[in-house]
């Protein structure tokens, strides 16, 4: 963070959109993004607005009871606060659902409140008896 | 006396395995191998070269003992590996010599080899040598040829003595680590160990490399054991060129030098390299840079060709146990009645082994004063898990007729399958290395990337533990910490108010 | 069971998923798909992140959910899909007859077959392979390995974290140890730069703190029997240890990023031809290996960093396959290409010059505005940054690859 001459705050980072890694600088004006340079796409502008309050979609497993492989993969709909990544986590490693379990099954709705569900990415079939 | 005696090897590695299946021979004698590990040889055994000998190498003014029972060990070994159905070649050695004063060397090896009572041996010289080993040295002049050498797989000898021990009645108690013994009125009444007491009469101290610390529990230790480590190359078994010889070069008065070989399942390795370690280091087979330097460079100069080093797959070390005195320890002990020395027993210590356990057997008798009946019923052989690898495709079809865990291919590489795994874990393997010493899963290209967590996967279900807890070689090994949310769930208790 | 197939194809994760069904849309009726595992999709399903399918299906998937996509549209196929099988023997007659042996659950199979899809996929190196010495304690991981334990298992392979290799794979492991608790002591890389995709270096290590260690090297892990620490040491430009820069970072795990190799071994046995510089087979522009009739593709043929293209080369190899079933492929002088400047590897290796051929590649060095030159076409396309861990994809017209006259095409990474 740095100051510029007229007094509005500049963020440098990285864009990790594509590939490219772009070097970008969100210039702020009063907790705002008025302007981003060094973009090469657009999508780098958004990024940069993404960046004041960034956010991540959370991938992990999650246990399950009664299914032919003990966890499930799942990711958040949306991405949420990086900051609330810690406190998901510690929510997540207490949930268990129950198999059978399809791709896309909402396994949390609204998780913590974020209006993001969390839903699962791989199938699991019931465990075989015997 | 009469009756009934009870006996305890301490030490399930090759000379105590081997001293328990003689003995398992006879009624009137209740044999218990007791163990540390989790495993059997997992001491030294299972990490040096896998020679037997074929007897040249132990001058029998200075080393005695060495000297009788290498060449006798010999003998018994080409009798005990079809019993037991332990893979060897027996492929011969060649030590090269480069030089006249080498040669001369290679004239008193002859000499005494003669004198120890091996037989066969020659001098060879440079024409000769290309045709027994078309890798050898184009520099070396002449070579002394040892047709009755083998090459053993050490792990696979180890396993063999234990299994047919068990069929003919030794008990056998792992991960029991001997704390104390028990002496009253000067004669030996048992073991301490970290499980429960072991009432016994006599014990046989083949502890590797603590056999000095089991002598000074029981009052005596007139010896210390050094470790000496010994680093190893293995390239993957398409690596070539390989030998068809197993290639020494001319001794030096401590040791026999780096070995070019290719063992009983087709992988060349090189090594050992001889480093002395302080006395307090005896869990240190740490592969040094050095270490593995001198290996490479001493084989490079037996052979015309190593493969690239690009084909090496796995390195390791291993530690001799080297005898104060430099002879091995074998003695009936005067000062504690029921007392037997089976120790020091570094190279040739494997070779030796079988004839150690009939010298055993004689000390036995002699201080017990009993001659021991055979035992009725005593079952010499012993079959090994087969294997599918080994097997033709129409005997594949077969095996996995008559069981379909054959047809389950957990170790791609080395093409092990289900079926062995689960006998492997059914003949007494409770970990990933004992699966491995038994199949050869996870030794190949891989080194178990691929198949590490397959087998560890059957071993939690065969032995109903969780998964987590499959250990590479016993406790504290463990695969896990836990399960995958074991680290936030602690978390979660350690902070936050308690809930009503 | 000795039965008889058009087409057979070892490997079922997203190159011979993508080319069972390819080579089933384009009419062959008979065709058996070979997997080791019980579960298809090779390592996908263990690739809990997202990234995958960006091309391939216009859609940002899990690892998983790319699978799923696959397997769903195979499994409205007639294609015989065999799972829990594993093929271990190919056997080519002068005849061109193909024996493929290989067993299951129960059962010892021969199947002969008129063309074979080889996409058998890779391996992890492991400590030995790139001179990691010390001791050989328990807690020492491949990255892959460590993400099936975790992700598969639900197991947690170690507490106190060091990833040796800042590739995408180190580094999505890094996150994934940090997110479940444990403590990433350091990803340590031996290259003065990253191995993963800037993206990967923000959301892996930046995200949680975790320090990279560029040009450093791990030279020995110690631990009685688990592991206990690792020794780390800067080097040169010339991956020399620089005396004095030792370090010793305390930790339970150690994780291996450190490359991965084609499983060629089949192919090998069977007679292939493999290229030095991919480790994967030798191919012509159809994807066929010098052995007539099989193809290969994925990562067996090339270490592909996206998924996407390890799918196009199944659907390639499937084109190929068919026609070589329908018609043979016509007889045709292939032309070698060749390396040149900065191109540590290409594939194909053989170029027909009468259709387009898609070249997948990698450069030596990074390099930033930079052409790939393919000279004797006078072809070139342009790339603007250059990293070995990204590789390059190009599609050259069949109109401009019969401008070569000569024996050879020489590829050129230059400098614009």
Not at chain 2, 275 to 301: F, I
Not at chain 2, 404 to 431: F, H, K, M, N, S
Not at chain 3, 109 to 120: D, E, G, N, S, T
Request: proline share 5%; charged share 25%; net charge neutral.
């Amino acid at each position: 963070m740095a100051l510029s001459a007229d007094g509005s705050r500049i963020l440098e980072f990285t864009c990790i959109v594509c590939p490219m890694g772009c070097r970008l600088r969100a210039i702020l004006e009063g907790g705002e993004v008025r302007s981003v340079e060094g973009n090469r796409c657009p999508r780098g502008v958004i990024y940069a607005q993404n960046e004041i309050e960034p956010k991540r979609i959370i991938i992990t497993v999650i246990k399950v009871s009664g299914g032919n492989l003990p966890v499930v993969s799942v990711k958040t709909s949306e991405p949420i606060p990086k900051e609330m990544i810690p406190e998901a986590m510690k929510t997540l490693s207490k949930t268990i659902v129950q198999a059978p379990i399809k791709i896309g099954q909402i396994i949390i709705k609204d998780f913590l409140g974020l209006k993001v569900n969390v839903v699962a990415t791989r199938n699991v079939d019931p465990a075989q008896i015997g | 006396m009469g009756g009934l005696i009870r006996v305890a090897i301490i030490g399930a590695g090759v000379v105590g395995a081997s001293i328990a299946r003689v003995l398992s021979m006879f009624e009137d004698l209740e044999v218990h191998l007791v163990e540390k590990e989790a495993d059997v040889g997992w001491g030294v055994s299972k990490a040096n070269t896998g020679i037997i000998h074929a007897g040249y190498d132990d001058e029998p003014d200075l080393y005695p003992l060495r000297a009788k029972l290498c060449a006798e060990g010999n003998r018994i070994w080409h009798e005990w590996v079809k019993d037991l159905d332990i893979p060897v070649r027996w492929c011969g050695s060649l030590v090269l010599a480069f030089n006249d004063e080498e040669e001369k060397i290679l004239e008193e090896l002859l000499n005494r080899g003669v004198r120890n009572g091996v037989s066969n041996l020659e001098i060879i010289d440079h024409e000769r040598l290309k045709v027994l080993e078309t890798n050898s040295s184009e520099n070396a002049t002449a070579a002394l040829w040892a047709p009755t050498a083998g090459q053993i797989s050490p792990w696979d000898a180890v396993i063999a003595l234990v299994e047919n021990s068990l069929t003919n009645g030794v008990r056998l108690h792992l991960s029991t680590e001997v704390k104390g013994i028990k002496i009253s009125g000067g004669q030996v009444c048992g073991l301490e160990t970290n499980k429960s007491f072991l009432e016994v009469d006599c014990v046989i101290n083949a502890a590797g490399l603590y056999a000095d610390k089991i002598s000074e529990m029981a009052g005596l230790g007139g010896y210390r054991i050094k470790p000496r480590k010994g680093e190893y190359l293995i390239f993957d078994r398409d690596a070539e060129p390989k030998v068809s010889r197993i290639i020494f070069p001319t001794p030096t008065p401590i040791s026999k030098g780096v070995v070019v070989t290719t063992t009983t399942d087709g992988n060349l390795m090189i090594g050992p390299s001889a480093q002395d370690l302080p006395e307090n280091l005896r869990e240190d087979k740490s592969n040094t840079y050095d270490g593995l330097k001198l290996v490479w460079e001493s084989a490079s100069n037996l052979v015309k060709k190593l493969p690239p080093r690009n084909k090496v797959i796995r390195f390791f070390a291993g530690l001799r146990p080297e005898p104060s005195g430099g002879d091995f320890i074998i003695k009936d002990c005067d000062e504690v009645f029921g007392f037997i020395e089976a120790s020091g027993m570094r190279s040739p210590g494997l070779t030796s082994a079988p004839a150690v356990a009939y010298m055993i057997l004689e000390m036995l008798k002699a201080k017990f004063d009993f001659n021991p009946k055979p035992k009725a019923g005593w079952n010499r052989c012993r079959r090994r898990i087969k294997r599918f690898s080994e097997m033709t495709f129409e005997e594949r079809s077969k095996v996995v007729n008559e069981n379909p865990g054959y047809g389950r291919i957990v170790c791609v590489d080395e093409l092990v399958t289900e079926a062995e795994i689960v006998e492997a874990i059914r003949r007494g393997a409770t970990t990933i290395d004992g699966v491995k010493f038994r199949t050869r899963a996870c030794m190949g290209t891989c080194q178990g990337s691929s198949c590490m967590h397959k087998v560890a996967a059957i071993l939690a279900r065969e032995l109903n533990m969780p998964l987590w807890m499959v250990s590479l070689r016993g406790s504290g090994t463990e695969i896990g910490i836990g399960d995958v949310k074991a680290l936030l769930r602690d978390k979660n208790e350690l902070e936050g108010s308690p809930r009503g | 069971m000795e039965e008889n197939y058009d087409l057979a194809i070892i490997g079922g994760g997203p190159a011979g998923l993508a080319s069972s069904i390819k080579a089933w849309d384009l009419g062959i009726e008979s065709i058996v798909l070979f997997e080791e595992s019980n579960l298809l999709g090779g390592v996908l399903p263990q690739c809990i992140h997202p990234g995958f399918g960006l091309h391939y299906f216009r859609e940002d998937l899990t690892g998983p959910e790319f699978a799923a996509k696959l397997i769903d549209r195979l499994k409205n196929t007639g294609v015989k899909i065999l799972s829990g099988s594993y093929a271990e023997r190919l056997e080519v007659k002068s005849s061109g007859e193909k024996k493929i042996f290989g067993y299951r659950y129960g059962e010892a199979f021969r199947v002969k077959c008129r063309a074979v899809i080889y996409a058998a996929g890779c391996r992890e190196r492991s400590r030995f392979e790139v001179n990691i010495l010390g001791d050989r304690p328990a807690g020492v991981y491949t990255a892959g390995e460590a993400q099936t334990l975790m992700d598969i298992y639900g197991i947690l392979p170690g507490s106190e974290i060091v990833v040796v290799g800042s590739g995408d794979v180190g580094l999505i492991m890094a996150r994934r140890f940090a997110l479940e608790g444990a403590d990433v002591k350091a990803v340590v890389e031996v290259m003065p730069y990253p191995g993963g995709l800037t993206r990967n270096i923000v959301q892996c290590l930046e995200d949680f703190h975790i320090p990279l260690y560029l040009s450093c090297m791990v030279t020995e892990i110690k631990g009685l029997r688990r592991v206990e620490g690792v020794r780390i040491v800067k080097v040169d430009e010339n991956f020399n240890p620089i005396r004095g820069s030792e370090n010793y970072l305390k930790c339970d795990a150690v994780i291996l990023a450190v490359g991965l190799k084609p499983r060629v071994d089949l192919l090998i046995k069977a007679g292939a031809l493999i290229d030095e510089a991919t480790g994967g087979p030798v191919v012509n522009d159809w994807l066929e290996t010098t052995i007539p009739g099989v193809f290969a593709a994925g990562n067996v043929l090339v270490i592909n960093d996206l998924v996407d293209y390890a799918a196009e080369q199944g659907e390639r190899a499937a084109e190929s396959a068919a026609r070589f079933i329908r018609e043979g492929l016509p007889a045709l002088k292939f032309k070698r290409v060749i390396l040149g400047r900065n191109v540590r590897l290409i594939a194909p290796h053989l170029v027909s010059c009468v259709q387009d051929v898609i070249f997948y590649g990698r450069v030596g060095k990074p390099e930033e505005n930079v052409q790939v030159r393919f000279e004797e076409i006078g072809r070139a396309f342009k790339l603007p940054i250059a990293r070995p861990s990204e590789m390059f994809r190009f599609k050259v017209s069949a109109e401009d690859l019969m401008k070569l006259h000569n024996e050879k095409m020489t590829v050129n990474v230059v400098k614009v």
